[in-house]
């Protein structure tokens, strides 16, 4: 196995392919514009701090403090709703995103 650039070359004695590597950065996709129409509440009261919603975020924008509670980092949150789906313990709400000057 030998790793070229930004692809991945694995040899064996069945097998010769090309994988490309992925990596993924904090926010990959860009700050979220003002297309956003809903985004994630954490209900602290509710959270276990299972942390699912971090691990499944594909943007990387669900943070956590030391003490494990987690966070949204609204800059980069595309509001896709994936951390609300998978809390055991429904502590994130899907709320609809107030947009400046809307009331």
């Known amino acids: 196995m030998t790793q070229e650039n930004s692809t991945l070359i694995i040899k064996d004695a069945e097998t010769y392919f090309i994988v490309p590597i992925s990596r993924p950065d904090f926010g990959s996709s860009g700050k979220t514009g003002s297309w956003r129409t809903e985004r994630p509440v954490v209900n602290e009261e509710k959270c276990t701090k299972c942390l699912y ?3 499944y975020c594909p943007e990387d924008t669900i943070l956590r403090r ?3 509670m987690v966070y949204v980092d609204y800059d980069y949150c595309k509001g896709c709703g994936i951390c609300a789906a998978v809390c055991p313990v429904n502590a994130i709400e ?3 995103e107030v947009k400046r000057g809307e009331n």
């Open 94 to 96: 899907m709320v609809p």
């Open 53 to 55: 919603c971090w691990l």
């Open 66 to 68: 030391e003490d494990d």
